[in-house]
T-cell receptor, first 112, second 109 residues
Framework: KAGVTQTPRYLIKTRGQQVTLSCSPI?????VSWYQQTPGQGLQFLFE???????NKGNFPGRFSGRQFSNSRSEMNVSTLELGDSALYLC???????????FGPGTRLTVL | GIQVEQSPPDLILQEGANSTLRCNFS?????LQWFHQNPWGQLINLFY???GTKQNGRLSATTVATERYSLLYISSSQTTDSGVYFC???????????FGKGTRLSVIA
């Protein structure tokens, strides 16, 4: 079974731009969660989608948004990028939120 | 919200040594997972262990839910065990995982 894939793997943007990251979960998994990892804040939960519905949202500004498609693939969008948005963005898929989570390789975003 | 504390924050071992990593949490949980993040950033799930004991090769984990802690044991460590080990917990089946700050392990040949 193929693992979780994330695209792109690396991204460089400038302040004020927007970015869209993509995550394809393991086949059959309907829950997709997004996390931001930075050296200062560690791993922080962004949001979770299940069957195209956002069920949980972390404490991030409205510039961070996401969606899930009918095939369970998910995208997250960050608008009006700030320097502090530079981070590793990780996507995890699972059967349900209470189940084992499997992480993708991450997208490393650098904002200049 | 729930607090997750991991200790020690850093650990340096000689190859072949054993180690114990600890995770304390502040509330009752119904989900606890251990992850290993390799130097390239990939997070690998090691154990799903809200209670009890599990073993997988040289790794084993024990969670004592009533006392709110979990332990990860690494025996006969190898250089490939290097990386950061995270403990993550959630309060219920509908709440997201909360991660600890991790234990950074360096295994030296």
């Amino acid at each position: 079974k193929a693992g979780v894939t994330q695209t792109p793997r690396y991204l460089i943007k400038t302040r004020g731009q927007q970015v869209t990251l993509s995550c394809s979960p393991i086949s059959g998994h309907r829950s997709v969660s997004w996390y931001q990892q930075t050296p200062g804040q560690g791993l922080q939960f962004l949001f979770e989608y299940f069957s195209e519905t956002q069920r949980n949202k972390g404490n991030f500004p409205g510039r961070f948004s996401g969606r899930q498609f009918s095939n369970s693939r998910s995208e997250m969008n960050v608008s009006t990028l700030e320097l502090g948005d530079s981070a590793l963005y990780l996507c995890a898929s699972s059967l349900g939120l209470a189940d084992t989570q499997y992480f993708g390789p991450g997208t490393r975003l650098t904002v200049l | 919200g729930i607090q997750v504390e991991q200790s020690p924050p850093d650990l340096i071992l000689q190859e072949g040594a054993n180690s114990t990593l600890r995770c304390n949490f502040s509330d009752s949980v119904n989900n606890l997972q251990w992850f290993h993040q390799n130097p390239w950033g990939q997070l690998i799930n090691l154990f799903y262990i809200p209670s009890g004991t599990k073993q997988n090769g040289r790794l084993s984990a024990t969670t004592v839910a009533t006392e709110r802690y979990s332990l990860l044991y690494i025996s006969s460590s190898q250089t490939t065990d290097s990386g950061v080990y995270f403990c993550a917990v959630s309060l219920s089946g509908n709440t997201p995982l909360v991660f600890g700050k991790g234990t950074r392990l360096s295994v030296i040949a």
